[in-house]
RNA sequence: GGCGGCGUGGCCGAAUGGUUCGGCAGAGGCCUGCAAAGCCUUGCAAAGCGGUUCGAUUCCGCUCGCCGCCUCCA
């Protein structure tokens, strides 16, 4: 059974889903209102990377990843341009699943939007107030924290911890400043919803809650987000939850930042990069490549330096996989082998140590290079077809033949000629042609193969 | 102020109480007509100081440096 670190309980513990062999999980998708950047590359990564890998490992998946379509920063970036909110959210939608088609980012099985979803949070609202944990002032209802049970749990810290570090605006109508708002009180120009608590939209807390306990149901197996998720935003989802009585998230994921430098990049310090930057300047497996072979939780730093390191790793990838194209679909016989299919396996147990797993799949790959080059084919293909299918659950996708324009392989065939004939120069004149159109061309056991210069 | 975490070879990233590991880059060699690809060999890594231990990069303490959360944030 796959362990993987709870932030609720600070520590490694089996992911034991709520049903046997079926794993529900929950993660808190973007809010559309920007570009997307490199952490958000990031943590879609992480989590198609654990779905992947679950899947693989034999569960049936359900995926679940929200896209928060109302906000106030939508409204104020639809204000700045003039534009209705639902446009500007519906657009940058649009550029989210393109960035993560590009990523190789499969699709959650679904992905609900909060704007279908406010019935739901009202019927929560309503719920909350009638309890007595929420409460209303002239701008909302917000719910009262300190009748929580283990309100910080997630943040690690105690209430009166929390109160005193709060640096939330202050608001005398709150009963406390970590009080958080259920539903936002707006003027009827302003975009929003009728309701038994006057016009208005919800709080950024709630929609998750509704979505998650809503689809998933009462005590899915996971819920995950960046960690800076964790606290409030998590924390207040689980607050919502208990206040309603209803048991929530088994278990609590969080992945480490994109850094810049020694800093987190973050939308409000300005230091990012957008992943369209990103994705149009570098091969989109560089970067899957990249997230896989740091631990999720750590920090990742992205430079051009560090993506040229990984870019020519992947080379070094696609040059195996071109190698082993033919030998492993004509070895239909021979099975992937399971000493290194286990040595992933426990890797990726074991808080999803996807860099140790890497380094399992790097090992099969020089141990079927090496095989092969003695003629062990055998040995050769068992490694190459464990490596294969570990990279492809992993999401790498390797480049494993190159479709090239007829030219090209006319040239190719001559070339294999003139060596047959062994007249040197005229191949080396094939090749230096080659070459001008954009290729190599690499000599194999069986013939010749390419790669792109 | 509270809480959490980090400091590993030229670079990136892991694991680990004793012999460590992957990638990239470097050096030498093998293979090749020459290449490409591949293989082999190779480089006295652990911020500093103490302690525990037969033995510490790994455990404990302190010092220094850095980061994150406590506000919107992946």
Redesign the pocket.
């Known amino acids: 059974m796959p362990r993987l670190f709870d932030t609720q309980s600070?520590e490694i513990v089996e992911i034991a889903p709520r049903v046997e062999g079926q794993f529900s999980m929950y993660v808190?998708?973007?809010?559309v209102y920007?570009e997307?950047?490199?952490?958000?590359g990031?943590?879609t990564l992480v989590y198609d990377i654990l779905r992947r890998y679950l899947r693989y490992r034999g569960f049936e998946v359900r995926f679940v990843s929200n896209i928060?379509d109302v906000?106030?920063?939508i409204i104020a970036r639809a204000g700045e341009l003039q534009i209705k909110p639902e446009d500007l959210a519906k657009n940058y939608e649009e550029v989210w699943w393109d960035l993560m088609e590009r990523l190789a980012v499969q699709r959650p099985d679904e992905t609900p939007h909060a704007t279908d979803w406010i019935d739901q949070m009202l019927e929560m609202v309503a719920e909350m107030v009638a309890s007595g944990a929420a409460y209303e002032t002239s701008d909302g209802i917000y719910l009262e924290v300190a009748r929580v049970d283990g309100y910080g749990l997630l943040?690690?810290?105690?209430l009166a911890?929390?109160r005193?570090?709060?640096?939330?605006e202050i608001d005398e109508q709150k009963k406390s400043?970590?009080d958080?708002a259920l539903w936002k009180r707006t003027s009827e120009e302003e975009w929003g919803w009728n309701s038994p608590f006057g016009f208005g939209r919800p709080g950024?807390h709630t929609e998750c809650v509704a979505m998650a306990l809503g689809i998933l149901g009462e005590g899915f197996d996971l819920h995950g987000?960046?960690?800076?998720?964790?606290?409030?935003?998590h924390e207040?989802e689980r607050a919502q939850a208990v206040a309603m009585h209803r048991s929530f998230a088994r278990h609590w994921m969080?992945?480490?930042?994109?850094?810049v430098g020694?800093?987190?990049?973050?939308?409000?310090?300005g230091n990012?990069t957008t992943l369209k930057e990103l994705l149009d300047s570098t091969d989109p497996r560089a970067y899957r490549l990249?997230v896989a072979?740091?631990?999720y939780?750590?920090?990742?730093?992205v430079t051009a330096?560090?993506l040229?390191?990984?870019s020519?790793?992947l080379?070094?990838i696609d040059?195996?996989a071109?190698?082993f194209a033919d030998v492993v679909t004509q070895r239909s016989d021979v099975a992937p082998n399971k000493v290194v299919i286990d040595g992933f396996n426990d890797?990726m147990d074991?808080?999803l140590?996807s860099?140790?797993g890497?380094?399992r799949?790097?090992?099969a790959?020089?141990?079927a290079?090496?095989a092969?080059?003695r003629g062990h084919v055998e040995e050769a293909v068992s490694n190459a077809k464990a490596a294969l299918l570990l990279l492809s659950t992993l999401g790498i996708v390797v480049q494993d033949r190159l479709e090239v324009p007829e030219e090209v392989m006319v040239l190719a065939k001559q070339?294999k000629a003139a060596?047959a004939d062994?007249d040197?120069?005229a191949?080396?004149r094939y090749?230096d042609e080659i070459l001008r159109l954009g290729y190599?061309?690499?000599?194999?056991d069986s013939g010749?193969r390419f790669?792109r210069a």
């Open positions: 600070s808190c998708g973007p809010t920007d997307p950047h490199l952490g958000h990031r943590f928060t906000d106030d920063k943040a690690r810290q105690n911890e929390l005193s570090g709060a640096r939330v400043p970590l958080f950024w987000g960046g960690m800076d998720l964790a606290f409030p935003h207040n969080h992945n480490g930042f994109v850094m020694e800093e987190k990049m973050s939308k409000s310090l990012f990249l072979r740091s631990h939780r750590s920090p990742l730093e330096e560090i040229q390191d990984a020519r790793s080379e070094r040059a195996f071109r190698r890797a074991e808080d140590n860099p140790v890497l380094a799949v790097f090992e790959i020089t141990k290079n090496f092969q080059d070339r060596r062994r040197f120069a191949a080396d090749r190599v061309v690499e000599d194999s010749f790669k």
